[in-house]
């Protein structure tokens, strides 16, 4: 079973790509989703190929962090996955439908172990963080993720944010522009383990880019991160782990080379 992120590990957006080098070298890439008319995130065209080849090979899961609207606007190549996990793992889509058992236990270890949602809301819409804190949003009223503005977001606050989320059972991680807080019980790797009991997988072959990844990474048979994003800036390794060679869109299509690499052999 091959369980992936999507964004900054398959898939980029345009200012994500990291191509240091000149247009005319610049690889062949296909537009994987299109947001209000507009392309806005890409994979290349040698990574579309590598992707069909692997999802015939093996049972491929996308695992994203993205709400079940937000990961029905990407366009994989190949059938549609019988399986996915989005909402950081709140939910399980089989054949594109949310699995409602699965939701039902998700939910229940977050309100009988955690803080409110409401109260994370509460924290983060203070007049005082208005200057980092651009927009507030849900995810499936489960978590809460923020865009943010970077430069002007004090280290001293997301450090007292892990804190206080700490405190009260959630996670925080920032990706790019958007902060994540999450409840503990939310987590990708206990759906990629789901979904893994379900097939009887009996390997599992990770990849990631974000601190929401690192437990799934840590419970795969075979793990891969790009040599970029929260991962590589805190230097995580493990003697499973892979790490790429390159950076941005071409570290997506590498990572997809590699494990199709693994599949077959």
């Keep these: 079973m091959l369980a992936s992120d999507l964004d900054r590990t398959l898939i980029y957006s345009a200012n994500a790509l990291f191509l240091n080098t000149e247009d005319a070298l610049a690889p062949a890439m296909v537009v994987a989703e299109v947001y209000e008319g507009k392309p806005l995130s890409f994979m290349t065209r040698a990574a579309e190929a590598l992707l069909v080849s692997a999802a015939e090979a093996s049972v491929f899961v996308p695992v994203t962090t993205r ?77 809460a993720y923020a865009i943010v503005d970077r430069d002007a977001l004090p280290g001293e606050f ?34 990629v383990a789901e979904v893994a009991r379900r097939i009887s997988a009996d390997r599992i072959i990770a990849a990631g880019d974000s601190l ?27 003697p499973h782990l892979q790490v790429t060679e390159a950076r941005g869109i071409l570290a997506g299509e590498e990572i997809v080379r590699r494990m199709l690499g693994l599949v077959r052999g």
């Design 67 to 143: 709400t079940v609207a937000q990961y029905r606007r990407i366009q994989l190549p190949g059938p549609t996955p019988e399986y996915a996990v989005t909402t950081n793992g709140g939910v399980i889509l089989h054949h594109g439908e949310p699995d409602a058992d699965w939701q039902a236990s998700v939910r229940g270890l977050v309100t009988s172990g955690c803080a409110p949602l409401a109260e994370i809301e509460a924290y983060l819409g203070r007049p005082e963080f208005h200057e980092w804190i651009l927009k507030l949003r849900s995810a499936e009223d489960l978590f």
């Design 212 to 238: 929401l990844d690192r437990p799934m990474l840590e419970c795969a048979d075979v793990a891969f991160r790009p040599a970029h994003g929260e991962l590589d800036d805190a230097g995580y390794f493990e």
């Design 158 to 191: 997301l450090l007292a944010l892990e804190d206080w989320c700490d405190a009260r059972g959630w996670t925080v991680s920032l990706q790019g522009r958007k902060l994540y807080c999450v409840p503990t019980p939310v987590t990708k790797q206990q759906a």
